[in-house]
């Protein structure tokens, strides 16, 4: 396979590990539907890529649970906290919103230290956890191409990837209006 080839078709590792999760599983259904509806392959060839397929679902399993706790907090728990700073910057902005300017000035401090003291004691160990299974999908997925593409082709290889957006940032969902990469601009 082409370096260029290779790189068109692969996730930036900046992107979410959401947006990880969902290329991964593009990759493993494409790679799933090679098994069951590609008449080309030899049994020998179905087996391998069957092996294949289970190791990209074990890493995609893991994947998915350092993914789920990670959106959770940040669903749940974050927005809390940011939604108090929010409310401490307005009685700050807003002196006639009923806090004096000093008592404002102190909750305000009050919540982004308790922001701060969260994003540390809860975000750091999440997104610690979670990083570490994006590299671990993306070395299981480096191991899947270089023995597919010395078992069968670069070409085969590259026909697992999905188109993503220009960034490289998302799969490319055009016309997919529950896409949040549809309405970005790319």
Not at 112 to 120: C, N
Request: cysteine-free; proline content about 4%; hydrophobic content about 40%.
């Amino acid at each position: 396979m082409s370096a260029e080839g290779a790189a068109g078709r692969r996730l930036s590792r900046g992107a979410s590990g959401l947006r990880h999760l969902r290329w991964a599983r593009e990759v493993l259904a494409t790679l799933e539907a090679h098994v069951e509806h590609n008449p080309a392959l030899s049994g020998a060839d179905r087996e391998a890529l069957r092996g294949e397929a289970s190791a990209l679902s074990a890493a995609v399993q893991a994947l998915s649970g350092a993914v789920k706790p990670y959106r959770d907090f940040l669903e749940r728990t974050r927005v809390r906290y940011r939604g108090r700073v929010r409310v401490a910057e307005y009685l700050v902005r807003e002196p006639d919103a009923g806090e004096a300017g000093g008592a404002a000035r102190a909750h305000l401090e009050e919540a982004l230290v308790e922001l701060t003291w969260m994003e540390q004691a809860q975000r750091q160990p999440l997104k610690a956890a979670l990083s570490a299974e994006i590299d671990r999908l993306r070395e299981a997925m480096a191991r899947m191409d270089a023995h597919l593409a010395g078992r069968l082709s670069g070409k085969f290889v590259e026909s697992l990837y999905p188109p993503l957006t220009d960034a490289a940032t998302r799969v490319a969902d055009d016309g997919d209006p529950d896409d949040d990469a549809t309405s970005s601009p790319r």
